[in-house]
């Protein structure tokens, strides 16, 4: 069982940045994946950004790519997001997910997740 929590989010101006949070507790993640995905209301989920806990591996979705930076800290159990350039279209709800079934982009191969925090983006 693995445990996540979400933080960092809240309003910016177009441009400008924010650093979300993934704190994860519950078992030994050295074999686990975790992904940003987002969410903006009557939009389909999409994937951000992800990293193998225990290794090198990274991946990024289009939208993000070159602005946006994820990052771990195993001694925190913690994944970060850095969100930089930010645009009013990155406006969503940012979710936190954990995998023990290797690094991917699709929600459905993710068994564990936390419940958000709201990004918003003003123009």
């Known amino acids: 069982q693995v445990q996540l929590v979400e933080s960092g989010g809240g309003l910016v101006q177009a441009g400008g940045s924010l650093r979300l949070s993934c704190v994860a507790s519950g078992r030994d993640f050295s074999d686990y994946a975790v992904g940003w995905f987002r969410q903006a209301p009557g939009k389909e989920r999409e994937f951000a950004a992800a990293?193998?806990?225990?290794?090198?591996?990274?991946s990024y979705g289009d939208s993000v790519k070159g602005r946006f930076t994820i990052s771990r800290d195993n001694a925190k159990n913690t994944v970060y997001l850095q969100m930089n350039s930010l645009k009013p279209e990155d406006t969503a709800v940012y979710y936190c997910?954990?995998?023990?079934?290797?690094?991917?982009?699709?929600?459905?191969?993710?068994?564990?997740w936390g419940q958000g925090t709201q990004v918003t983006v003003s123009s």
């Open positions: 997910a954990a995998t023990a079934r290797g690094l991917s982009r699709s929600d459905r191969m993710y068994e564990y």
């Open positions: 990293i193998n806990w225990g290794g090198p591996l990274t």
